[in-house]
């Protein structure tokens, strides 16, 4: 039995006094930064416990081999997961480092080398409201960006 599964969730409750204009790109931190991880593709440490692979999903040929990668952009893929604040919801499988550096922490080996165990971890982040709106946007232009890109100040905000 153990811990199959590992979810480092985050979710960016700000919200804006007006709403988003098309055809620009939104976002509380770094437009191109989030672009750029977005972009990626989705990545996620496999655990030893799952018994079927996606069909786009692909195995590392280098490095520690605790993750598989799918062959779609991680802020376009969707998945389910829980945050203390709205409690479940869906999040983005970006890739960062520490759901593969986790993945590989928790792996236990026999004295021969063999991966016995693995937890499945992946980090599921949902942006803020009018981030999710931007790259709905982008996507549906074939993942072309906005022309314009705006990081929001704390006096365009309401809360969060």
Request: charged share 20%; net charge positive.
């Amino acid at each position: 039995a153990g811990v199959k599964g590992i979810h480092i969730a985050e979710r960016d409750t700000q919200r804006t006094k007006k709403p988003k204009p098309m055809d620009v790109f939104w976002n509380t931190w770094s437009v191109e930064g989030f672009i750029s991880e977005g972009l990626q593709p989705a990545e996620l440490g496999w655990g030893t416990h799952e018994t079927w692979m996606p069909k786009n999903g692909k195995k590392h040929k280098h490095g520690s081999k605790a993750a598989i990668y799918l062959e779609q952009p991680g802020a376009n893929t969707r998945v389910r997961s829980w945050c203390p604040t709205p409690g479940p919801q869906y999040g983005l499988l970006v890739t960062h480092n520490e759901a593969i550096s986790i993945a590989d922490f928790f792996t236990v080996r026999s004295k021969k080398g063999k991966v016995q165990y693995r937890p499945t971890c992946h980090y599921a982040y949902h942006p803020c409201n009018d981030a999710m709106l931007s790259l709905d946007e982008m996507f549906g232009a074939a993942g072309k960006p906005q022309p314009v890109h705006h990081v929001l100040d704390e006096n365009e905000l309401v809360d969060g």
